[in-house]
DNA sequence: CACTCATTTCACACAAGTGTGAAAGTTCGT
DNA sequence: ACGAACTTTCACACTTGTGTGAAATGAGTG
């Protein structure tokens, strides 16, 4: 059945493209490519070996790249007794987290406008006052994200019932 | 009163953190300390050579920046009739517009991993099922942001009475 | 302990982004 | 039309990020 089958040629291709994605956006691109290919695998876990072949990649870029991503938690290394090769797997909901992650973007933003309003000489001056918009603007989403990511896990649970 | 003293060191420090960190968001440094000069500044617009002035850089780096911003919509050009310098002011809620614009992020991200779920080989199978799972994430997102931001928009007209 | 396979580290090459000075192009006043 | 003020364009230098190959380190096996 068509359904049932693996189109590997398209499947680097959305590798790449999410990578390339998360690279303008701040994320470094090998880091991408690694959490992509784990996300495109049917295998729960793969070797970093496994990553290299898929990705065409140096043993090295696997190497840096997954210590950056497990710095941040966003893959865990499991080393199984018995064998030389390492592990790698995705963390449960990666993606949502770093979602979560990246929100508190936010709270810096919102700290810096705060600290540039009070420089400005506060909301009686037309720059104070417009810094101190963007600072409650920021806030106020900020404020809001955790009720409304809550809602999605409830309605995810509701779902699997 | 202290309140209504402009501090102009920390309004530069301040210009320069949110460059970099719009920096580290993908977004061009110098465009990102322009946009802040004219969130800091009390005059309602400037010319290219008061933000040259203020931040220390060339008339070059400036003609590049404003070049950028203009045609994303985050500065409007001024041609003032009679004098030789455009001003360049701030398009209203500038930084509310580019937290929406970025927000389109979302649907490409969405868009990527339906292309990538059925890749896989569609819901039946592991990775299907996960790349599945966040193209729903990222769905549910989208589609409720809109809604909160006309929230926003809502309080604060209603505080605005 | 030596051997082998897996991973990490390092120096390098390559590419992309950033800002500058100088020259060229525009626009207004006379 | 000319000159002065302002802006844009261009070639260059500098920095940063990215991935490689090769050497070094670490871990299990006989």
Do not use: N
């Amino acid at each position: 059945m068509e359904s049932h089958m693996r189109d590997e040629a398209a499947l680097r291709a959305f590798v790449e493209d999410m990578a390339r994605l998360l690279g303008d956006w701040g994320f470094p691109r090998m880091a991408g490519r690694v959490v992509f290919t784990l996300m495109a695998a049917d295998e729960r876990s793969l070797t970093a070996g496994e990553l290299a072949d898929r990705l065409g990649v140096s043993a090295a870029a696997i190497s840096g790249a997954v210590r950056y991503l497990s710095q941040i938690s966003m893959v865990a290394r499991e080393h199984v007794p018995g064998d030389r090769r390492d592990r790698y797997r995705l963390v449960d909901d990666s993606w949502y987290e770093v979602t979560v992650a990246k929100m508190t973007l936010l709270k810096t933003l919102a700290d810096a406008a705060d600290v540039g309003a009070a420089a400005a000489g506060g909301p009686g001056t037309t720059a104070g006052a417009r810094l101190a918009g963007m600072r409650d603007f920021y806030t106020w989403v900020q404020d809001r994200l955790p009720a409304l990511l809550d809602q999605w896990a409830a309605e995810k649970a509701a779902k699997a019932d």
